[in-house]
């Protein structure tokens, strides 16, 4: 059986980039600040004892000896938590989206991670969305690198849906010009992108260089980190869908944005869950209720309604990893003190905050 050692999680939002911060990741405590002048928040749990927390703070939340051997760890850092196609939403004149608009602190980026590996002074994506250009300059100020390094040491993607790699076209001459970086994709993406403009001239350029990930096999990104591709049944128009099951020290993080419903995949969620220390999951939809005069059947994702009351039968230990992630403009988690956010929250489960920013 594997060892499973204790994880440090560390918590952080900006001001720049606000939110109501609505759901505590495992063991940990929880500042909101202004951006610069962070509230740090440590927690120290094993995945066995989720609930214990054994790291105080100093009355002001920081607790500078740990962040100095925390910057030399591996971070996760959530650039942003909304459905593919942002929050606000393009054409969208209901209620929902005039608050994000009336609002700017409530606006939200599309679904994207980014881990840095402090020690080794590597930054890898996860997802390259149509925010790329915000979120690459919310990771430098989060997470900065020495300057004439390149931005980023690779980029993974789930899948040809535009919210996961549309932000690619910021890559080509028109504007970084990068110089063959990394994009880590499945064998159907890897071949969309190369037969496809404009994707094919980022390969043609050798802008980029797409290597080709297989489902199960774990690609090492260092002594620390690893990537392995599981594959999950989706809308696969172009590509194959997969979520990452990343491993970090000796922890593990899951990352599935998208996914049809549980239902529909041979895997019991449950056991994906047992397996890792977070899960970061699809909650597209909060219920079936959200697009009225559209039929709900053709983009069918777990409600987060359905997950909880599949997920309300875990011990708490297995509750406490869940973060749901990748919510559509309507869904009313994006609306802070929303009774959906009371619900989730009741049930010891989260939800992944833009900016949210996790050490292991
Ligand atoms: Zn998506
Ligand atoms: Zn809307
Ligand atoms: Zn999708």
Redo the contacts with the bound molecule.
Sequence with gaps: MRVRVLCVVFTILLGDFPGTFLGNPIGTRVGISPFGQATTAYGQTSSKAADEDTVSTDTAGNEPAREDSAKKQLEVIVLGNAQDAG???AG?D?????L?RSNPSARRFATSLAIVDHANSKRYLFECTPDFREQLYLLDQLAPIDSGRAKLDGIFLTHAHIGHYAGLIHLGREVMSTDRLPVFCMPRMKAFLSSNGPWNQLVDLEQIQLKKLAAGQILSLGTSCSVVPFLVPHRDEYSETVGFEIALNECTMMFLPDIDKWEKWEVPIESLIARCDMALLDGTFFDGSELPGRDMSQIPHPFITESLSRFKKLPVGERRKIHFIHFN??NPVLRAESDANRQILELQMHVAEQGQRFRF
């Design positions: 929050y606000p939403q969208c209901r209620e929902c989206c005039k994000a403009h309507t």
